[in-house]
Structures are given as structure tokens and as C-alpha cells.
């Protein structure tokens, strides 16, 4: 049988604690700023928002209220320790979640019990890349929100943590400048990740093709910290469906899409000519798809480069730029590993989505078994570890 060695984990989450930002922000915001009430009522799900109506006889749930909105703690984001039956879109609070959902010691024993070494996790409140924040109304407030945010995750969620929990920082989405400046704040404390989104304009923020360059600033920023572009799927706030009345499923299986559409745009962006040493991360979008969108990148650069200067800003031929600078991420693809010499074996991370729905806790080390057993050792050790050492920089045996 391979040998898995310690798994690093470059797309987990964490369920911020009720205090993150009650005791990091002024006193003046502490009616309006992110808390959590807990209230009993009836939740429903529908056209891809959360209603609700107090109900005394109702179920208990823990919500966050941030201005004007209230956002739901739901048992998809907390699954772990449920049984596949009971993982359903229902309320949740703190009491029922494992505490390694959102207590770091927790974390680094439920990661002991899967065969993790570290790991690096996303938002949950602030959704996948602060998106939260840029939607609020008071921006002075938002900025705030966002400083507080990643001073908790360096000093409370990875501080204590010897190294086993990564920070990953969120940005002023609003404002590239802004961006750029948190980008090298967190860098100065040793952090090397960030979140961003798959399609800006999804958010209503300019694309990575602005002809004004408006995400220059940050990208710079990141390339001359080292700073590594995390965007993971749904971080455009716009899960791909074919429907209204398509059942879940359907987007479920489609997630990949936008990873699939973002990749095509940095390809042809004219960002990863400009800033040669910058990384860009997929994460839980899966690999099997990459080998065609980069044979098809491939093939429109060099049937139309002519078109629009596509030439000009992206001088060599797409594919280039992903082997150099992009990364995949998986925790089951079968397809993409048969496919590993095109995907790019130093180009694939691995990730065990804890604690959502999907994640494959506590059996991580079994599944990477299943899928990945019939490869050498020293392939493997690059697929669980030593590509997101590499990636992220991080001070562990590769």
C-alpha cells in the first residue's frame, strides 16, 4: 500500500467565533457591527436566499447580524460529525457544531484525527473573499471589519498554532489601493494568502481585463510579498446553474464552472506577463477540467492572437502561464489524476473541506489512499504536501 504522509490542507473553513469582531471593533459600532443573536424561528431557502419568521416553537439558530442583514449559521457549513442523512440546509448553533469548527486547539485535534498537518481555512461569515463587507453599506465601518477579521485570524485562529494553521487574509475589495495596502500589513506579520474572487464582476467590481488596470495595485502587492491569490468556487457569489427550477444538484455538479471561466480569464489577462512571480489558486474546483481548457487556450491564441492584441499582452502561449503560476485543487477527481501529466504534478494541491458537506473527515487519509495509492511515493508526497509547501511557503518538511 502508498504511503500518504501528513496531509496539508490548502482549502478548509472556519466558523469565526461570535466575539471576532464585538471585541475588536469601537465601542460606536458594537449595535451595528457583525454579532450574533440566537432566536428560534422557521427558515426556508429560497431563490438562493435565506427567510425567516420568529417562531417560538420554531428551531434554534444562531444568526449573525451585521447593518441590515441577518445571515444564518446552517448545519451545510458545520457538518462535521453528522451523519450524511442529517446534513440538510436547516439552522445550527454553536452548541451543536464540533468545536473544531470554530476553536483552534479543537481544530488541531480534529485535524490530528484525520491525518492533517495543517491547514489553511476560508471565511464563513464573511463568505469566500470578504464579499460580505464590500456589499455594507458604511465602508469606514466595512475596512474596520476586515482589519478586525485578520488580526483575529493571525493572532487568535493561527497564533497558538505552531505553524499548523495558515492565515489567510481578506481585502477591501472596494478599493484596490486599499487592497494593496492589507496586502502588505498582513505580509509584514508572515502571512501569505489571500482571498479573492473567482469573477469580479460577478460583484459588480471591474474584471482582471480592466483597460485602466484597476487590479493592478493589489496584484503587484501580492507578487512583491509573495502573497498567493486563493479564489475558491462560489467566491463570486454566483454558484453556476443551468435553471431556476433545476434541483441543486445540477449546481452542485457544475461547481467547477467558474473556476473553469476564471482561469480562462487570468490566462488572458496580460496579468501573468506583467507580474511573472505571482500565484493564482483554485480551490475545491477540482482538476479534471484543466487539461482542456488549456489545450483550447492553446489553440485560440494561436488561431486568433491577432484578434484585439491578445498577442501584445499575452506574448507566450497560454498554458505557459498555468504551468508557471496557477495551482489546482482536489479531494476526489479521479478523472484529473489520470490525467496528472497534463494537469501539471507540481501544479495539484489537496484538500479536505473541513467541516463543510462535502469535506472528507475524518477519513481523509483513506480517501487519498483510494484515489491516489497507485502512484509513487514521491508523487504522492507532492500531491498531499509538498506542492502547497512550495505554494504557500511555509516552513514545514516538504
Given amino acids: 500500500m502508498a504511503h500518504i504522509p501528513r496531509i496539508v490542507s490548502v482549502d478548509d473553513h472556519v466558523i469565526e467565533p461570535a ?11 458594537a449595535d451595528v457591527g457583525p454579532r450574533v443573536i440566537q432566536e428560534a424561528g422557521n427558515m426556508n431557502f429560497v431563490g438562493g436566499n435565506f427567510t425567516y419568521e420568529p417562531d417560538p416553537d420554531g428551531q434554534l439558530c444562531d444568526w449573525w447580524v451585521y447593518e441590515d442583514k441577518r445571515v444564518p449559521q446552517t448545519r451545510l457549513s458545520a457538518a462535521a460529525g453528522f451523519d450524511r442523512d442529517e446534513v440538510k440546509v436547516v439552522g445550527i448553533t454553536y452548541e451543536e457544531m464540533r468545536d473544531g469548527c470554530y476553536d483552534p486547539k479543537a481544530r488541531l485535534e480534529d485535524m490530528d484525527v484525520n491525518h492533517v498537518e495543517a491547514s489553511l481555512c476560508f471565511p464563513s461569515f464573511p463568505r469566500f473573499c470578504g464579499q460580505t463587507f464590500m456589499e455594507a453599506d458604511d465602508k469606514v465601518l466595512a475596512k474596520l471589519c476586515v482589519e478586525a477579521y485578520n488580526d483575529w485570524m493571525v493572532d487568535e485562529w493561527c497564533g497558538d498554532s505552531g505553524g499548523r494553521l495558515i492565515p489567510l487574509c481578506i481585502i477591501p475589495l472596494w478599493d484596490a489601493e486599499l487592497a494593496a495596502a492589507e496586502i502588505h500589513r498582513n505580509a509584514a506579520r508572515g502571512v501569505r494568502a489571500v482571498c479573492f474572487s473567482e469573477i469580479p464582476p460577478y460583484l459588480g467590481l471591474p474584471s482582471v481585463h480592466d483597460a485602466d488596470g484597476y487590479w493592478e495595485p493589489f496584484v503587484r502587492a501580492c507578487e512583491e510579498t509573495q502573497t498567493v491569490i486563493n479564489m475558491h468556487i462560489g467566491s463570486s457569489s454566483k ?15 457544475l461547481t467547477f464552472n467558474n473556476a473553469m471561466a476564471s482561469m480562462s480569464d487570468w490566462l488572458f489577462s496580460g496579468l501573468l506577463e506583467k507580474f511573472p512571480s505571482v500565484k493564482i489558486a483554485y480551490s475545491e474546483g477540482q482538476i479534471g477540467w484543466i487539461p482542456y481548457i488549456l489545450e483550447r487556450a492553446d489553440k485560440v491564441w494561436e488561431d486568433n492572437r491577432a484578434w484585439g492584441g491578445v498577442g501584445d499582452k499575452v506574448p507566450e502561449p497560454p498554458s505557459t502561464y498555468y504551468y508557471r503560476q496557477m495551482y489546482g485543487c482536489f479531494f476526489d477527481d479521479e478523472v484529473g489524476l489520470e490525467m496528472l501529466d497534463r494537469v501539471g504534478v507540481s501544479n495539484i494541491t489537496f484538500e479536505t473541506d ?40 511555509l516552513d514545514l518538511e516538504a
Fill in 239 to 253: 454558484m453556476p446553474s443551468t435553471s431556476d427550477d433545476a434541483p441543486a444538484a445540477v449546481g452542485s455538479t
Fill in 354 to 393: 473541513y467541516p463543510h458537506s462535502d469535506s472528507t473527515w475524518p477519513h481523509t487519509k483513506e480517501v487519498a489512499e483510494k484515489l491516489m495509492g497507485h502512484l509513487p511515493d514521491d508523487v504522492i508526497r507532492k500531491l498531499v504536501r509538498g506542492n502547497a509547501i512550495e505554494m504557500l511557503g
Fill in 19 to 29: 466575539n471576532v469582531w464585538q471585541d475588536r471593533l469601537p465601542s460606536k459600532y
